[in-house]
């Protein structure tokens, strides 16, 4: 051990107070080196400076702070989980009550849903109806427009036409509204641009 000098995890042993088959020889070491003397000397006076530092403990919300500002991902199944776990309720008895509701409600729907099946065919029936009446109005109301905008004559043309003729002529009555309110747009424009190049004169 004379021909070098201790390393610092060789020095980190002593100055911990270890014991063991390799620390014999580092202590003997220590001894006989006035160099490593010093260095673990040295090592000492720090350790016994920073034990005589105050301990300082963080507060009690210190770690409740820092995890709030943390972004943990959370699976969507225990999300859904913990959400679920919030609506149960703790008591026995409430928990009782809670799972007869539910049993109530599963029973309801699944007759509700038994009903429904048995009586499929009135149930198309009146959708059928309904889809009928929607349509009626929906024609009855296209022809008052159609009327209203090109005159009976013309509106009884197109109704004859059928969907197609009926979304052709809708089509080309958008397509002229869009065009004349692009027109008045480009005049109303150019009408303010005169007026305010005549007030530059």
């Given at each position: 051990m004379e021909h070098r000098h201790l390393l610092p995890d060789e020095i980190d042993l002593l100055v911990d107070g270890e014991e063991g088959f390799g620390v014999a020889p580092l202590a003997a070491h220590v001894e006989q080196c006035a160099r490593c003397r010093a260095e673990v000397d040295h090592q000492l006076d720090l350790v016994s400076s920073l034990e005589r530092l105050p301990h300082l403990e963080p507060s009690p919300l210190f770690a409740y702070r820092v995890m709030s500002k943390v972004q943990v991902f959370e699976p969507w199944h225990v999300t859904v989980l913990d959400s679920v776990r919030r609506f149960v309720p703790r008591s026995r008895p409430a928990l009782v009550l809670a799972a007869a509701s539910a049993g109530f409600v599963a029973v309801t729907l699944t007759l509700a849903a038994l009903w429904i099946g048995t009586q499929l065919g009135t149930v198309a029936l009146v959708a059928n109806l309904a889809t009928e009446r929607l349509r009626a109005s929906v024609l009855d109301f296209m022809g008052a427009t159609m009327s209203a905008l090109v005159g009976?004559?013309?509106?009884?043309?197109?109704?004859?036409?059928?969907?197609?003729?009926?979304?052709a002529a809708l089509g080309a009555?958008?397509?002229?509204?869009?065009?004349?309110?692009?027109?008045?747009?480009?005049?109303?424009?150019?009408?303010v641009a005169a007026s305010a190049h005549g007030r530059r004169m």
């Open positions: 009976e004559t013309a509106a009884a043309a197109l109704l004859g036409s059928g969907p197609a003729g009926v979304g009555f958008f397509l002229t509204v869009i065009l004349a309110a692009v027109v008045l747009r480009a005049l109303a424009q150019r009408a």
